[in-house]
């Protein structure tokens, strides 16, 4: 990690002229930030020799960062002093700093007090850095010879060069970072080293008189991520022609609840071939997985995803198999479910539902975005003829426009769900015709919110609190429950990120997590001890934790009632599937229900039963080999040692060393025959060719 020393100078020389160029004046470098298309807000960067002032502030979907950084660069790029102040996505006080002395780092952010004593060159990552940051960490690791450097809080950063990229006749050199997360960040850089962009296939940064690229940008990162999700699968997906046996198990049946006592599973192509007596002999030229009395469960569901290429890696991880899209850009939706069926990239099976959105401030950038009912009427068609589930709704959608809706995508066989639409509630949703309510929170808000209250803004996280003690007897809760059980009204909760948001503390491990913290990367483990939710006093903390409890006791009466419960996470690692099944069981629903709810209930809602959802004969070969029993400790859904999709094996620990993350169990041995060159099929004089080589 020594400096180059032509690149350094190179680096120095570029500072000393800006510094001389700053005495007449300072340059500002203006960038948009484009999500999915429209643009949502602004980083601008006044730079004043080494000392950089950044205004960022960026506004999708009624919420995002509104930030003000100062930065103090070294002579080799690396920063000496960097404080940012302001609010982070949903409002969360921010006030972060950090300085360099000699060898001593230091610093504060939301988690607390940090120092590092070094021995060598170290780039500090910021906890709340805008996009601008990347060109920083960029011209840091350009001026190291091997392009990479410790990074504090921990861990480190690389750089990888990609093929240039060229906009409006000018070339960019194009580059990944990796370290900070659990996926590399794509930037593009001028012949001076000058941040132009940082992209990917949903969200753009990009300088003003450049904007017009965003889409292409878009396009260019999704095409690379396709790429290198393509190579991981080459790695990581192990297919045979031959029928593999996974001996020594035990499967959990969900319509019963039990665990059955040991035996043999027997895959063949995509499909399960068998399920045998442990001591039935194997057939000759079989693949053998030793289970060693582990528990087999059929594929866990998320029921609400919204995928990208590294979501649908980190779902098989996870031994999620199948997932539901709740809302995604179009375009790439369809390519990723194409991809992913090819086997080109690993995912899960994709029910597809259809995002629909009303045109305000707030709206979110996703699907179609309807200016008026024969629009919105429109996207229904256009879902409807490429073979989408469900309609979802969402919060800046007129509310007086979902019955006609509603009775559009029933006449096309779709279903209707989503959030409840600003200035109305779930009773009223029901009535024009919603087959189910998305997330818990826009159930409950109609029993706490005042009828001109806006839920297009934090507010739908932030009024959660007000339901600390709520009466669930109430008529006003009754009412709502009731309507949905006499309608079959089904319910995705996803209380993995109301606890993720309404839990979340300054310094803390946040609850959502606390069962893995360990095995994540120092920067999402850093993530993960910060607030979310604004909380300045005491009684605000009690007050979501109270409201947390309230959903735990809703969970649980919606169970008894017989509502069903649809496990979805809004989250993209995978691993939040399990916590939302233990936020279940801390409910205190049965971990057979549970687990229930999480494979076969999922899969008769989509009415794919028939095929998926428990281990049995001629149904699709997706489940989990676990180390551990989850009837007895849910725990045991993270330490995933063989993952089944469609017949092609995975070893979750592979996966996870691809992304940084610390594998939970080590894969089970498997022994794979030599196997004679397959025959080929009706080779001329071989074989059955007339009707007349049959006997009758």
């Known amino acids: 990690m020594k400096f180059n020393r032509p690149a350094a100078l190179r680096l120095l020389a570029s500072s000393v002229i800006a510094l001389s160029a700053s005495a007449l004046h300072a340059e500002e470098q203006r960038f948009a930030v484009i999500d999915n298309g429209e643009n949502v807000g602004h980083v601008f960067a006044d730079i004043d020799g080494k000392t950089i002032a950044i ?32 609010t982070s996505l949903f409002g969360n006080k921010v006030d972060e700093q950090f300085v360099a002395k000699g060898k001593l780092l230091t610093w504060t952010d939301t988690t607390g007090k940090g120092s590092m004593q070094v021995k060598e060159p170290t780039l500090y990552v910021a906890q709340e850095g805008s996009p601008f940051s990347l060109g920083i960490y960029a011209r840091a690791l350009l001026a190291d010879a091997d392009h990479s450097l410790p990074a504090a809080p921990g861990g480190g950063l690389s750089l990888e060069q990609e093929a240039p990229v060229t906009l409006g006749g000018t070339s960019y050199r194009s580059y990944l970072i990796k370290g900070i997360g659990l996926t590399p960040s794509a930037i593009l850089l001028d012949d001076q080293d000058r941040l132009i962009a940082a992209y990917s296939p949903t969200h753009v940064t990009v300088r003003e008189n450049l904007a017009s690229f965003a889409q292409e940008l878009g396009t260019i990162a999704a095409t690379r991520s396709a790429r290198r999700y393509a190579a991981i699968q080459q790695k990581v997906a192990h297919n045979y022609e031959m029928p593999i046996r996974i001996r020594n198990v035990r499967v959990f049946d969900p319509a019963s609840g039990k665990l059955g006592d040991p035996v043999s599973v027997v895959v063949f192509k995509d499909r399960i071939a068998s399920v045998e007596p442990l001591d039935s002999p194997p057939s000759p030229e079989e693949a053998l997985v030793e289970g060693e009395g582990r528990t087999i469960i059929p594929g866990l569901h998320d029921m609400h995803a919204h995928v990208s290429l590294q979501s649908a890696l980190l779902y098989i991880a996870s031994g999620v198999t199948s997932v539901r899209d709740m809302g995604n850009e179009n375009g790439f939706l369809l390519d990723l479910t194409s991809r992913i069926d090819k086997g080109e990239v690993a995912g899960p099976h994709i029910i597809r539902n259809g995002f629909l959105e009303g045109r305000s401030p707030y709206s979110s950038r996703n699907g179609f975005i309807a200016d008026n009912e024969a629009e919105a009427l429109d996207a229904v068609r256009w879902y409807g003829a490429r073979g989408y589930w469900q309609i ?206 999480g494979t076969l209930g999922a899969d ?45 094996i995975y070893y979750p620990s592979e996966i996870w060393s691809e992304v940084g993350v610390t594998p939970f169990a080590a894969p089970p041995k498997i022994v794979v025959p030599q196997i004679a060159p397959k025959p080929v099929a009706l080779i001329h004089g071989q074989g059955a060719e007339a009707h007349e080589d049959f006997a009758f």
Not at 422 to 448: C, R, S
């Open 55 to 86: 205004d960022h502030d960026v506004k999708s979907n009624g919420r995002g960062p509104t930030m003000h950084e100062t930065i103090v660069l070294d002579d080799n790029g690396l920063p000496q002093g960097w404080t940012l102040q302001g």
């Open 392 to 597: 979802k709704i969402y919060n800046s959608f007129h509310p007086e426009w979902v019955p006609a809706v509603v009775k559009e995508a029933k006449k096309l066989g779709l279903g209707v769900t989503g959030h409840i639409p600003a200035f109305t509630n779930a009773d009223a949703m029901i009535a024009a015709g919603y087959d189910e309510v998305t997330h818990i929170n826009q159930l409950m808000l109609g029993w706490v919110l005042k009828p001109e209250e806006d839920t297009r803004t934090p507010l739908r996280l932030t009024a959660m609190r007000r339901t600390a003690g709520l009466d669930l007897n109430s008529p006003r809760v009754t009412r709502t429950l009731d309507a949905m059980q006499a309608k079959h009204i089904a319910l995705d909760p996803t209380a993995v990120t109301l606890e993720l948001l309404m839990r979340a503390r300054n310094g803390k491990i946040n609850p959502s997590v606390a069962g893995y913290f360990d095995h994540l990367p120092v920067g999402v483990q850093r993530n993960r001890r910060q607030g979310i939710a604004p909380i300045h006093t005491p009684q605000d903390a009690a007050d979501y934790d109270g409201a947390f409890a309230t959903i735990k006791a809703l969970l649980l009466d919606l169970y008894k009632r017989g509502i069903t419960l649809l496990p979805g996470t809004d989250d993209a690692t995978g691993l939040s599937v399990h916590r939302e099944l233990q936020i279940y069981a801390e409910a205190g629903i049965a971990p057979a229900d549970v687990l229930r709810i």
């Open 604 to 648: 008769r809602y989509l009415h794919r039963d028939q095929s998926f959802g428990s281990v049995e004969k001629g149904k699709y070969a997706d489940f989990v080999l676990l180390d551990g029993n989850p009837l007895a400790d849910m725990s045991a859904l993270h330490r995933m040692a063989m993952v089944v999709k469609g017949g092609t």
